[in-house]
């Protein structure tokens, strides 16, 4: 069945569990391509997208524009050192973890500062390490590093925290029913099989709801092993890495609630409200896109640059080859959901050091189009994907980081 996006498969897959947003594109809904859709024996609702159904070039897409740059002032308690973690209120007041030392500095929504959260240390309302996510009136810091998670109101008051898990230094989410995800490690079974990537949720209160799994596909992954020996001939270290620009599996929270996720070898993402089912299947046509060469080697000089002082120059030139670095990019590399539902999904090809490219999947499913960012967003720092917004950590005029705003105009 053929159908057009938007309007016709809203209503279908708001009851599958995708989350029904109002992304509207510019120009006549009948004008634009159709999305396809398919209900499978499992029930799972499959959408494809041959084309964007929603802009083929830069006079109808969105509109991203730049409406506010943080950088602080030097020497002050506005100055952003090592921005991470970033979260939105209601109110359009900013929270940012920075770091060195340990601190979250809460901006208002024309950039100036309006108070501080916690700090550095071990005591009531303290972190070492801060992952933060803003739903509310309610502020949640995840410490892996002392295996804490706290909770504070807007106005930066400690309100209470709870044991929680260690080491597992990745994002928290609180969805749209107040559950607050904590990455979490659970014991592989007696075979020493793990059910994958695991997420406790717990409720404001700190009391446990249930844990959820997003079941991680590693069978293809390809790794370089770095052994250092001594002079007797045992192994002292080893290092284990992935291979650069491999395919991998990439997830991000949905804020209705569970995931979206997906193996970047090919473009297709699926939505999960529990993690280990699937309600909608979402897929657009897709060509690799060559790789580089000069990426390909640049990436190899940098794992050798970064083991030669273990293993030696020499041994990291026989393990980081060049060979094993695809010469295809994957389908994405990162997936954000925004306030709306639509599925931001960046790609490599077409991202460098002065802007960012991603594609846009609407909350019905449909491919919508390709947007480029005025600005690079630094990629493994601080997002939030809000409602009308996009907030981000990217790199100043002289070098420092920036915490920026880019408005969608739609």
């Not at 009851?15 to 510019?26: H, N, P, Q, Y």
């Not at 306030?339 to 991603?358: A, C, E, K, Q, Y």
């Amino acid at each position: 069945m053929t159908i057009r996006p938007v309007r016709a498969i809203g209503p279908v897959l708001a009851m599958a569990g995708l989350s029904l947003g109002t992304a509207c594109a510019r120009g006549d809904a009948a004008d634009r391509p159709l999305a396809t859709v398919d209900t499978l024996p499992s029930g799972v609702i499959r959408v494809h997208s041959d084309r964007p159904t929603g802009w083929a070039d830069s006079s109808r897409a969105w509109k991203l524009v730049e409406t506010l740059r943080i950088e602080g002032e030097d020497g002050t308690t506005s100055e952003l050192v090592e921005p991470g973690a970033i979260g939105v209120d209601g109110f359009g007041r900013i929270y940012v973890v920075d770091r060195k030392p340990a601190i979250i500095k809460v901006f208002d929504s024309t950039g100036a500062l309006v108070r501080t959260i916690g700090g550095e240390g071990s005591g009531p309302g303290e972190f070492r390490v801060a992952f933060l996510a803003v739903r509310g009136a309610t502020v949640v810091v995840h410490d892996p590093q002392q295996s804490r998670t706290t909770v504070f109101d807007t106005t930066g008051t400690f309100v209470r925290s709870w044991v929680s898990s260690c080491c597992f230094w990745n994002d928290v989410a609180i969805d749209a029913a107040d559950r607050i995800y904590i990455p979490t490690w659970i014991r592989p079974d007696s075979a020493g099989e793990s059910r994958g990537n695991a997420y406790t949720r717990y409720r404001v209160d700190g009391t446990v709801i249930d844990t959820l799994f997003i079941p991680t596909r590693r069978k293809d992954t390809r790794e370089w092993v770095f052994v250092s020996k001594g002079k007797d001939g045992k192994q002292q270290s080893m290092m284990s890495t992935t291979v650069p620009l491999t395919p991998r599996f990439a997830s991000t929270f949905h804020p209705e609630g569970g995931f979206v996720a997906g193996w970047t070898g090919e473009f297709k993402l699926l939505r999960s409200p529990s993690g280990e089912d699937t309600t909608v299947i979402i897929t657009r046509a897709w060509t690799p896109d060559p790789i580089p060469e000069s990426t390909r080697r640049a990436e190899v000089e940098s794992m050798v640059k970064n083991t030669k002082d273990m293993v030696g120059e020499a041994t990291a030139r026989t393990i980081a080859r060049l060979e094993d670095v695809p010469t295809q990019a994957p389908a994405y590399t990162t997936l954000q959901v925004d306030l709306d539902g639509n599925v931001w999904v960046r790609r490599m090809i077409g991202s460098d050091s002065t802007r960012t490219t991603f594609d846009v999947m609407g909350p019905d499913g449909a491919w919508l189009g390709r947007l480029v960012t005025p600005v690079a967003i630094q990629e493994w720092s601080g997002q939030f994907f809000g409602r009308g917004a996009i907030y981000a950590v990217a790199e100043g005029e002289d070098g420092r980081p920036a915490i920026i705003r880019l408005r969608v105009d739609r």
